[in-house]
């Protein structure tokens, strides 16, 4: 493990140091740049100066010893104008590989920059389910090349990939498999093997289908070499094997590889015929994916930004949540407002609020953590919902009255008065038990309405937090102590 660990340390920093050379070759080609127009010379141009065409030679050999994915990353790391530098510099071969690593805001911007053909091109060396990952960011003339330009069986297969939502088990299928029968020997199918070019990325088993490409069974590669060549197919496959179905959630499909520790899984159809395979990488890709848009929905962001994007595509991307949090801030201005008097007369109210929002809020963000995280699983359904939210109330109780207590000491240490002292534990207690209804309720609401939990919630909580917390702490402080 701490060898695995060192070698994806030392890849991303070999992988910093190649982001860095790339930096450092642009900036010195901006100042060649400069240079040439400064000089009063007209026959200097650009593309004759010995430096600029060193710059462009060890970028060039740069970015072809790069891997697609790091490619992707350097581009995202770039301001636009860089960026598409860089881009101009990519051979156009790899320009499919690289679109399908970057990001969806930067690809947009990419993309942007090519014409019909060399999308074209570019998606045409793609297989059907890499295409149809491509395909809600091509225009859709450029879709509409490409299918003419693909043969009849890869255009059913990308047909087939596009017609399930993105987060179906469908989307994540691959059509690159080895398939054989179960009536021929083992010495048969390794002589198939050898004649291939290449296994598919991440084989790990065989797949068996019958003459209606039904899926009988799988044959594993580590048994396929150990067992009596001489052996049938039938004698040596396995027939439990975990079945995806297109249809299915995929956030099903990544369950089951967890669980079972798989490396690629068949999907069929109702009627059992093998449609294709979804493999470790995809379920990664998709894990990956749902983390940062969970992050993101987390924070109130509408969408995957660009890091360098024009200030008015970001301004849209967020300003939803921001006018929300700006409409709760007024709230909690106003119920602060009711109670301007309590706060005259007691001047310690003042200071001691921010602590009440700040820590309910808190207690409620973890809560939602826990509920989005279980609905994510499928951990949460009606049998066990009442136990949660039983089992969440009681520990925001015993964490209130601890919280509050401590709280409320610190008060009674620094104005030495046990009734601000008792205010402070009573409003702890009362703020960390509406987070935690809050923190339940929210995402189950929006579960129930068919919308992601994760959108919001935490922008949400703290809001109501804010205003009910206040709320909380200063009608207490006014019945107990005014």
């Known amino acids: 493990m701490t060898r695995v660990n060192n070698n994806n340390a030392q890849e991303t920093e070999d992988l910093q140091q190649h982001l860095q050379r790339i930096i450092y070759l642009l900036s010195k080609q901006k100042l060649v740049e400069g240079f040439v127009q400064m000089q009063d010379i007209k026959n200097l141009k650009l593309d004759e100066s010995p430096v600029h065409k060193q710059n462009l030679t060890e970028l060039q050999s ?93 255009r059913e297969q990308l047909r087939s990939a596009m017609s399930y939502p993105e987060d179906a088990v469908g989307a994540l299928m691959d059509f690159d498999m080895v398939t054989i029968r179960e ?69 099903q499909a990544t369950h089951a590889f967890e669980r079972y520790n798989l490396v690629s899984a068949p999907a069929v159809d ?71 008097g309590s ?17 309910g809020g808190n207690s409620g963000n973890q809560t939602i953590t826990m509920i989005v995280r279980a609905l994510a699983l499928e951990q949460l359904n009606v049998s066990n919902a009442r136990k949660l939210f039983a089992k969440e109330i009681g520990v925001s109780v015993v964490n209130g009255l601890v919280c509050g207590g401590v709280v409320g000491l610190f008060a009674f240490l620094i104005y030495n008065s046990i009734s601000l002292s008792l205010v402070m534990t009573l409003a702890m207690a009362l703020t960390f038990l509406l987070a935690a209804i809050l923190g339940v309720l929210i995402p189950l609401t929006l579960h129930k309405l068919g919308r992601d939990p994760a959108t919001g919630s935490n922008v949400m909580i703290t809001a109501v937090i804010d205003s009910g917390g206040f709320f909380i702490f200063l009608g207490l402080a006014t019945i107990l102590l005014l």
């Open 62 to 154: 740069l970015l072809d010893k790069l891997h697609p994915a790091d490619i992707a990353y350097i581009l995202e790391a770039l301001p636009l104008e860089d960026r598409l530098m860089i881009w101009d510099l990519v051979k156009a071969e790899r320009d499919g590989e690289i679109l399908l690593e970057t990001s969806d805001a930067v690809r947009e911007t990419l993309i942007a920059t090519m014409n019909s053909g060399e999308l074209v091109a570019a998606t045409g060396q793609l297989d059907a389910d890499e295409i149809a990952d491509l395909a809600p960011d091509l225009p859709r003339y450029v879709l509409d090349d490409l299918f003419q330009t693909l043969p009849i069986e890869e």
């Open 183 to 251: 009536n021929v020997t083992l010495e048969v199918v390794l002589r198939y093997l050898r004649r291939l070019e290449d296994l598919p990325d991440h084989t790990d088993q065989l797949f068996v289908v019958d003459r209606d490409e039904k899926l009988k069974g799988v044959l594993p590669v580590n048994r396929l070499l150990v067992s009596d060549p001489d052996a049938k197919v039938a004698s040596v496959m396995s027939t439990k094997m975990v079945k995806l179905y297109p249809d299915d959630k995929a956030q």
């Open 270 to 340: 109702i009627n059992n015929k093998l449609l294709g395979r979804v493999t470790v990488n995809a379920v990664m890709d998709f894990i990956r994916e749902e983390s940062e848009s969970e992050a993101l929905n987390l924070a109130g962001l509408r969408e995957e930004e660009d890091l360098f994007a024009p200030v008015w595509k970001s301004v849209k991307n967020r300003w939803i949540w921001l006018a929300i949090n700006l409409v709760t801030a007024f709230v909690a201005s106003r119920v602060i407002g009711v109670f301007e």
């Open 343 to 359: 706060i005259e007369k007691l001047v310690a109210l003042a200071a001691l609020m921010p602590i009440i929002a700040s820590i």
